[in-house]
């Protein structure tokens, strides 16, 4: 059974790190590609970034552009590795899987199996 089990999440202080961990329960990440998307309180869901299990390629969200770095260790965990936090960031944020990630990438429809999420809190 595909099954995204996120971890990580947390708080912390405006201009702080987090790292964000993704395990592909159930499934290989050779097969695989992996997003993250996050949503605040009274927002839409929206995406973060997306890793390519062909070809390794990255795809991030304006928003987290040099801030956010996605990448994976093995056919089972995707990092996701915020720094620079901001208060915006605060979010529940979610890993998700798809068989495509390019460059149109962001859209939910796209991803069949998501995980159950984790709160990220940016404030002092």
């Known amino acids: 059974q595909v099954h995204p089990v996120e971890s990580g999440g947390g708080l912390v202080q405006p201009g702080g790190s987090l790292r964000l961990s993704c395990e592909a329960s159930g499934f290989s990440l050779d097969y695989y590609s992996i997003g993250w998307f996050r949503q605040a309180p009274g927002k839409e869901r929206e995406g973060v970034s997306c890793i390519s299990s062909s070809d390794g390629n990255t795809y991030y969200a304006d928003s987290v552009k040099g801030r956010f770095t996605i990448s994976r260790d093995n056919a089972k965990m995707v990092y996701l590795q915020m720094n620079n936090l901001k208060p915006e960031d605060t979010a529940v944020y979610y890993c998700?899987?798809?068989?495509?990630?390019?460059?149109?990438?962001?859209?939910?429809?796209?991803?069949?199996?998501w995980g159950q999420g984790t709160q990220v809190t940016v404030s002092s």
């Open positions: 998700a899987v798809t068989v495509l990630c390019g460059t149109n990438w962001s859209p939910e429809y796209e991803y069949d199996y």
